[in-house]
């Protein structure tokens, strides 16, 4: 009788190790915890694919300017590295000379228009012959055109900044004679301040309409990210790498006087799916069955804690070779990143929300 007793006993207490799914059991027997899954929500920030590249910052043009007349500097006010507002004076040459082909013009002008008027009373009386009196209009005429280029050989003995420039460098020290188209300084158009970056032949074919591209500049000397507007971009590939030099712009209200050319900026380009069904996925998340892609969604319960998941099937796409692009899936879907094969159909998971220290 106690034989029997004990044999029901260990009947009764080995049947919850039964019903237990061995999957489901710890290697002491105890039920195991949970299991906590990666999820991607379909739709939003995962229906974009989204590159990160290298940018510099660059002006809108480099030039070097130069006198149109030649001379000797006598002042130049141009320091490195200083910033210039469009119509500042820079430099300029001594204008003494300048002023004296003015005065010495305006005293030819007067001689050549007395000659004329004289041979135009003595034509009149045929004194002079026609051809004469033309000779002297003539002549008061390149008078005219004498003191007009004697003015303005004046005006250009001043060089003006003609826009709001950064000075990168003086060419040509101060009080030093200079012949005409001589560069005298250089300085960069910062009028307007843009972001070069380089795109590989490939991403730049696959996604030449600039309507699709969103590009955020991102900087230690912004707080977040700034909007940049596509301006041009070079239609010649780079030597090296097979790119294309892209150039963005930044607005005009964000530019501040740290930013010069050759400053790096990290610029995010980010390009809409053109299926609002589409979600990129990494490539742990999407499962091959019978020529069938299918991905596993997870689908929570009332505490909104844990949940179950199954599998969906969804058609798929790579443009990259890295990621993958799925459709078929409703916006706002759960689905799986990663750890799929360790799971099955039904089974309840909980989300993965980073890991904490106690």
């Given at each position: 009788?106690?034989?029997?007793?004990?044999v029901?006993?260990?009947?009764?207490?080995?049947?919850?190790?039964?019903?237990?799914?061995?999957?489901?059991?710890t290697?002491?027997?105890?039920?195991?915890?949970i299991?906590?899954?990666?999820?991607?929500e379909?739709?939003?920030?995962?229906?974009?694919?989204?590159?990160?590249?290298?940018?510099?910052?660059?002006?809108?043009?480099?030039?070097?300017?130069?006198?149109?007349?030649?001379?000797?500097?006598?002042?130049?006010?141009?320091?490195?590295?200083?910033?210039?507002?469009?119509?500042?004076?820079?430099?300029?040459?001594?204008?003494?000379?300048?002023?004296?082909?003015?005065?010495?013009?305006?005293?030819?002008?007067?001689?050549?228009?007395?000659?004329?008027?004289?041979?135009?009373?003595?034509?009149?009386?045929?004194?002079?012959?026609?051809?004469?009196a033309?000779?002297?209009?003539?002549?008061?005429?390149?008078?005219?055109?004498?003191?007009?280029?004697?003015?303005?050989?004046?005006?250009?003995?001043?060089?003006?900044?003609?826009?709001?420039?950064?000075?990168?460098s003086?060419?040509?020290?101060?009080?030093?004679?200079?012949?005409?188209?001589?560069?005298?300084?250089?300085?960069?158009?910062?009028?307007?301040?843009?972001?070069?970056?380089?795109?590989?032949?490939?991403?730049?074919?696959?996604?030449?309409?600039?309507?699709?591209?969103?590009?955020?500049g991102?900087?230690?000397?912004?707080a977040?990210?700034?909007?940049?507007?596509?301006?041009?971009?070079?239609?010649?590939?780079?030597s090296?790498?097979?790119?294309?030099?892209?150039?963005?712009?930044?607005?005009?209200d964000r530019?501040?006087?740290?930013?010069?050319?050759?400053?790096?900026?990290?610029?995010?380009?980010?390009?809409?799916?053109?299926?609002?069904?589409?979600?990129?996925?990494?490539?742990?998340?999407?499962?091959?069955?019978?020529?069938?892609?299918?991905?596993?969604?997870?689908?929570?319960?009332?505490?909104?804690?844990?949940?179950?998941?199954?599998?969906?099937?969804?058609?798929?796409?790579?443009?990259?070779?890295?990621?993958?692009?799925a459709?078929?899936?409703?916006?706002?879907?759960?689905?799986?990143?990663?750890?799929?094969?360790?799971?099955?159909?039904?089974?309840?998971?909980?989300?993965?929300?980073?890991?904490?220290?106690?």
């Open positions: 009788m106690k034989q029997l007793i004990s029901l006993l260990c009947a009764t207490l080995a049947t919850p190790l039964v019903a237990q799914d061995a999957d489901d059991l290697p002491s027997g105890t039920p195991a915890p299991r906590s899954v990666k999820l991607i379909a739709g939003g920030a995962a229906s974009q694919v989204q590159r990160v590249f290298f940018g510099k910052i660059a002006a809108l043009e480099t030039v070097d300017l130069s006198f149109e007349v030649g001379g000797r500097m006598v002042m130049f006010d141009a320091q490195e590295g200083q910033f210039l507002q469009e119509g500042v004076q820079i430099a300029a040459l001594d204008p003494v000379p300048f002023e004296r082909a003015v005065q010495r013009a305006e005293v030819q002008l007067t001689q050549a228009e007395r000659d004329f008027e004289r041979s135009q009373t003595l034509a009149k009386s045929n004194a002079v012959s026609t051809a004469q033309q000779d002297t209009e003539t002549a008061r005429d390149l008078a005219r055109i004498a003191l007009s280029e004697a003015r303005e050989a004046l005006d250009h003995a001043t060089l003006i900044a003609p826009f709001r420039a950064l000075v990168a003086r060419l040509t020290p101060n009080y030093a004679n200079v012949a005409p188209g001589q560069a005298i300084v250089r300085l960069h158009d910062m009028s307007e301040v843009r972001v070069e970056i380089d795109v590989p032949e490939q991403m730049f074919q696959m996604y030449s309409n600039a309507a699709d591209v969103e590009f955020t991102t900087s230690p000397l912004f977040g990210g700034v909007p940049l507007e596509l301006r041009e971009f070079n239609a010649e590939t780079q090296i790498g097979q790119s294309y030099r892209v150039t963005l712009a930044l607005p005009s530019v501040t006087p740290k930013l010069i050319p050759g400053a790096s900026m990290s610029v995010t380009a980010r390009i809409a799916a053109g299926d609002d069904t589409a979600t990129t996925l990494p490539p742990s998340a999407v499962v091959m069955a019978d020529d069938q892609a299918r991905v596993m969604v997870y689908t929570p319960d009332e505490t909104g804690e844990q949940g179950q998941v199954s599998w969906v099937n969804v058609d798929v796409s790579s443009n990259t070779g890295t990621d993958i692009i459709t078929g899936l409703e916006p706002g879907t759960l689905v799986v990143g990663a750890g799929t094969q360790l799971l099955r159909e039904g089974d309840t998971v909980r989300p993965f929300n980073g890991l904490s220290i106690e």
